[in-house]
């Protein structure tokens, strides 16, 4: 990624007093470059947050293998470049959320956890709900995983995190989210 950088000085490049405008969008570049991650900088099992859009709150997800870990509905909702992910906590009707998240919506989970842990706009999500996903996925990545979810069984009714709420209409989202329990599948 370039920045685009305006010469406003007539001397031959000489950026007298511009120099502050040089660094700061050569800041601005690695920054954003920093923080914008694609589906191939993560493999299955990573623990992530996962955003469906600019406008919705990043939640724990886990990196899945459709073929092997996503319901029918999920393999059929498939979007070419993105990543499959099953999301940490249960919907409102007790099953897991599922979504093909693209390139610059997925971050590393431990790295990413101040930022995002603290969020308020949960997009009609309680905060109960959101803190209980987080404590999942930190007891996923410290090996303390689901033996239902393991074994492509889902078994645990617990109260639901409103994903399905949060992600409104297709039209605002930015990816494709299926819900299905995986005993659907």
Not at 55 to 81: K, M, S, T
Not at 112 to 140: C, N, V, W
Request: proline share 5%; aromatic share 10%.
């Amino acid at each position: 990624m370039k920045g685009i950088l305006v010469n406003h000085g007539g001397s031959g490049g000489n950026m007298n007093g511009h120099a502050g405008l040089k660094k700061s969008v050569k800041e601005k570049v690695v920054e954003k470059k920093a923080d914008f991650y694609e589906p191939c900088d993560f493999v299955m099992g990573d623990i992530v947050w996962a955003k469906c859009g600019k406008n919705f709150p990043a939640w724990p997800a886990i990196v899945i293998d459709p073929l092997w870990q996503a319901p029918e509905a999920v393999l059929r909702a498939c979007v070419p470049g993105t990543l499959c992910v099953m999301f940490y906590g249960y919907s409102r009707s007790g099953q897991r959320d599922y979504a093909w998240i693209k390139a610059g919506m997925v971050f590393p989970f431990h790295e990413y956890m101040g930022r995002f842990q603290g969020q308020t706009k949960l997009y009609g999500s309680k905060p109960s709900d959101f803190h209980l996903a987080i404590e999942e996925a930190i007891l996923a990545e410290n090996g303390y995983a689901d033996s239902a979810m393991e074994a492509g069984q889902e078994t645990l009714p617990v109260t639901n995190h409103g994903s399905a709420e949060a992600t409104g209409s297709n039209q605002e989202s930015e990816c494709t989210i299926q819900q299905a329990s995986l005993n659907s599948a």
